[in-house]
């Protein structure tokens, strides 16, 4: 079924799921007036800035839009949601964006961001801050390139700006709470061996 501005069905319900999971029913009022791509640090080195993605989801191209680097560059600084003269929540619409694409598989723009994503969140799950050598490590066995930046680790270590083990947070099982309450259930050593 094809709707007025040659949206289909299937792409008119994504947009909707991007108003609902954002909660911002106000996205088609965004007049494009640009002030949260001119505000927007990361603008430069997004395909489409931030006010074209509002505008795609307003034609409802929403394979573009998950398809777009720009919502895996976002920093969600809110730069662009403290601009915005429609009180449209631009980083939380782009987090949105996020979401949908890793549920639907789209993360081809973004692999590493969202691998590092994983790692990063995992870090923090298990250690309740970020280990940052385990995360850079993890990245680069999942890339295929071991020693990739191997070059900025010795000089971080030989700074003293990365250690070579871990550092728990007194608050670890708090932060578990936290992360299991949304879903993300953390698992000991233990019951990941025996699966």
Not at 56 to 62: A, N, T
Not at 115 to 134: P, T
Request: proline share 2%.
């Amino acid at each position: 079924m094809i709707l007025l501005g040659g949206k289909n069905a299937t792409e008119k319900d994504s947009v909707g799921a991007v108003v609902r999971a954002s909660g911002h029913a106000t996205l088609l009022h965004c007049y494009q007036c640009g002030k949260c791509t001119a505000g927007c640090p990361l603008a430069f080195g997004m395909d489409y800035n931030p006010n074209q993605i509002i505008r795609l989801l307003q034609l409802g191209r929403m394979k573009q839009v998950l398809g777009s680097r720009a919502i895996w560059i976002c920093a969600g600084c809110w730069t662009c949601t403290t601009r915005c003269p429609c009180s449209i929540d631009i980083a939380r619409v782009m987090d949105s964006l996020r979401v949908i694409a890793r549920r639907e598989g789209q993360t081809a723009q973004g692999r590493d961001v969202a691998s590092f994503n994983d790692l990063f969140l995992q870090s923090v799950r298990r250690y309740g801050r970020v280990f940052e050598l385990s995360v850079v490590l993890g990245l680069n066995v999942r890339r295929r390139r071991l020693f990739h930046d191997a070059d900025l680790g010795r000089f971080m270590l030989a700074r003293g700006k990365l250690r070579f083990t871990a550092e728990k947070i007194k608050g670890v099982k708090e932060v578990r709470r936290l992360f299991s309450r949304q879903g993300a259930p953390v698992r000991t050593r233990k019951e990941r061996v025996k699966e």
